[in-house]
């Protein structure tokens, strides 16, 4: 039974990613090294924080006494994430093509690196236990909201580069950039403080990543009209 809940995971994680390669058209393409290779800028980009944050940022005294949080350093090492934008803007720059296949080939490498790294290893020695935990099929749906915000960020970051982009909308995409980094810093300090469980966590996740994604939407759909490019 356990080997069917690890099966069912496994699927709910990687289906996902593999269906918006092969729909999207980057199959078509040959984007897979592309991909691959956005993988290895995603890899890089999270040893660099790793080693800026152990450096500049190191667990506060109530880490360290198991006391909580520090609130104040959380969002601190939060503002390290802000190295993912210039990772993305690297492998945006990197790919020839239209806006919606620089922007899914990077979400596509950057989101299936983050999913093989954090998810693989639990799921392998966890999924596969002798008990049947409901954390893991959480933690497969979390991964398919990941890869929606992967897409939006990816988009974020090349409507940012584009200088036909209109002034007024350039603020929206800032804050939308923004948003993207500290959400879940913010999600983890204001939910959790105020006990919601899981469940109800991963559906406010799912609302407001799609309430960033449609906007994001918008603003693109906008520009590529403007400028021809669908």
């Given at each position: 039974?356990?080997?069917?809940?690890?099966?069912?995971?496994?699927?709910?994680?990687?289906?996902?990613?593999?269906?918006?390669?092969?729909?999207?058209?980057?199959?078509?393409?040959?984007?897979?090294?592309?991909?691959?290779?956005?993988?290895?800028?995603?890899?890089?980009?999270?040893?660099?924080?790793?080693?800026?944050?152990?450096?500049?940022?190191?667990?506060?005294?109530?880490?360290?006494?198991?006391?909580?949080?520090?609130?104040?350093?959380?969002?601190?090492?939060?503002?390290?994430?802000?190295?993912?934008?210039?990772?993305?803007?690297?492998?945006?720059?990197?790919?020839?093509?239209?806006?919606?296949?620089?922007?899914?080939?990077?979400?596509?490498?950057?989101?299936?690196?983050?999913?093989?790294?954090?998810?693989?290893?639990?799921?392998?020695?966890?999924?596969?236990?002798?008990?049947?935990?409901?954390?893991?099929?959480?933690?497969?749906?979390d991964s398919n909201i990941?890869?929606?915000?992967?897409?939006?960020?990816?988009?974020?970051?090349?409507?940012?580069?584009?200088?036909?982009?209109?002034?007024?909308?350039?603020?929206?995409?800032?804050?939308?950039?923004?948003?993207?980094?500290?959400?879940?810093?913010?999600?983890?300090?204001?939910?959790?403080?105020?006990?919601?469980?899981?469940?109800?966590?991963?559906?406010?996740?799912?609302?407001?990543?799609?309430?960033?994604?449609?906007?994001?939407?918008?603003?693109?759909?906008?520009?590529?009209?403007?400028?021809?490019?669908?």
């Amino acid at each position: 039974m356990t080997f069917y809940h690890f099966v069912n995971c496994v699927a709910l994680v990687y289906v996902p990613y593999h269906f918006t390669y092969k729909l999207s058209g980057l199959s078509e393409y040959g984007a897979f090294w592309k991909c691959f290779q956005a993988a290895q800028h995603y890899v890089f980009t999270q040893l660099v924080k790793m080693i800026v944050v152990a450096t500049f940022f190191p667990e506060s005294e109530l880490e360290v006494k198991g006391d909580g949080n520090d609130a104040f350093s959380e969002w601190l090492k939060a503002s390290v994430d802000l190295a993912d934008l210039a990772g993305l803007y690297l492998v945006l720059a990197k790919i020839p093509g239209k806006g919606h296949n620089k922007i899914l080939t990077a979400a596509v490498g950057w989101g299936g690196a983050e999913m093989i790294l954090s998810h693989v290893y639990s799921l392998w020695f966890g999924a596969r236990g002798a008990e049947f935990d409901w954390k893991y099929i959480q933690g497969c749906l979390d991964s398919n909201i990941s890869l929606v915000q992967h897409i939006s960020t990816a988009a974020l970051v090349w409507l940012w580069s584009r200088h036909d982009l209109k002034k007024t909308l350039m603020p929206i995409v800032y804050f939308l950039l923004l948003a993207a980094i500290f959400k879940p810093v913010l999600f983890n300090t204001l939910l959790v403080s105020m006990g919601y469980g899981p469940w109800l966590r991963l559906a406010l996740k799912a609302v407001t990543t799609g309430a960033l994604g449609l906007v994001t939407l918008y603003i693109y759909s906008g520009l590529a009209k403007a400028i021809g490019v669908y």
